[in-house]
């Protein structure tokens, strides 16, 4: 059974970072693409920012590049995303999801529960 | 960047056809993925590739894709399908995934 169980989510001031991490397990992680994808109280889902299997592609949303990074260590069947200078607007629900391929173009077939990041001072 | 634009509602009585749609600039020549989410519940994936279905995703959930407007069809609509719908393309021009706006399917 594929699950994705995210962590890291919490309250934080602006301007200040967090980490959020995502264990993968009932699935070869290093086949897929993984992708972050929030959703803000009450809104629709915004996409975050997406890896290939091999790290080689990495995309980011325009509202997140350069203080957003993602990353994944598939030695450790772990999908991460470092968040810094972080914004009232990037509170959200924060889910990891899976590809159904190796290359982020693939739709995304498992979901986490995922994990709150509310912002505010 | 590219934009998706679905209605904000369907009501559908049971038993009945609900189609939601979404726009999108050409969007025929991209693969189109649907997903429904349940209050309080992360997304599921129903439709990808404009038309197949995921395994345990039952035959009534169908998907059209042409021209400027893809089209989830729900066949013999039930209760348990009352939920929010969203679109998703993969825009290659920014090598971004692109979630549509999201209709609330209402079954009265």
């Known amino acids: 059974e594929v699950q994705l169980v995210e962590s890291g989510g919490g309250l934080v001031q602006p301007g200040r970072s967090l980490r959020l991490s995502c264990a993968a397990s009932?699935?070869?992680?290093?086949?897929?693409?993984m992708h972050w994808v929030r959703q803000a109280p009450g809104k629709g889902l915004e996409w975050v920012s997406g890896?290939?299997?091999?790290?080689?592609?990495?995309g980011y949303a325009d509202s997140v590049k350069g203080r957003f990074t993602i990353s994944r260590d598939n030695a450790k069947n772990s999908l991460y995303l470092q968040m810094n200078s972080l914004r009232a607007e990037d509170t959200a629900l924060y889910y990891c999801?899976?590809?159904?391929?190796?290359?982020?173009?693939?739709?995304?077939?498992?979901w986490g529960q995922g994990t709150l990041v509310t912002v505010s001072s | 960047s590219y934009v998706l634009t679905q209605p904000p509602s369907v009501s559908v009585a049971p038993g009945q056809t609900a189609r939601i749609t979404c726009g999108g600039n050409?969007?025929?020549?991209?693969?189109v993925h649907w997903y429904q989410q349940k209050p309080g519940q992360a997304p599921v994936l129903v439709v990808y590739?404009?038309?197949d279905r995921p395994s345990g995703i039952p035959e009534r959930f169908s998907g059209s894709n042409s021209g400027n407007t893809a089209t989830l069809t729900i066949s013999r609509v039930e209760a348990g399908d009352e939920a929010d719908y969203y679109c998703q393309v993969w825009d290659s021009s920014s090598d971004h995934h692109v979630f549509g706006t999201g209709t609330k399917v209402t079954v009265l």
């Open positions: 999801a899976k590809a159904l391929g190796p290359q982020s173009i693939a739709a995304l077939n498992y």
């Open positions: 890896i290939s299997w091999n790290s080689g592609s990495i």
């Open positions: 050409n969007i025929g020549s991209k693969s």
């Open positions: 009932g699935f070869t992680f290093d086949d897929y693409a």
């Open positions: 590739d404009d038309s």
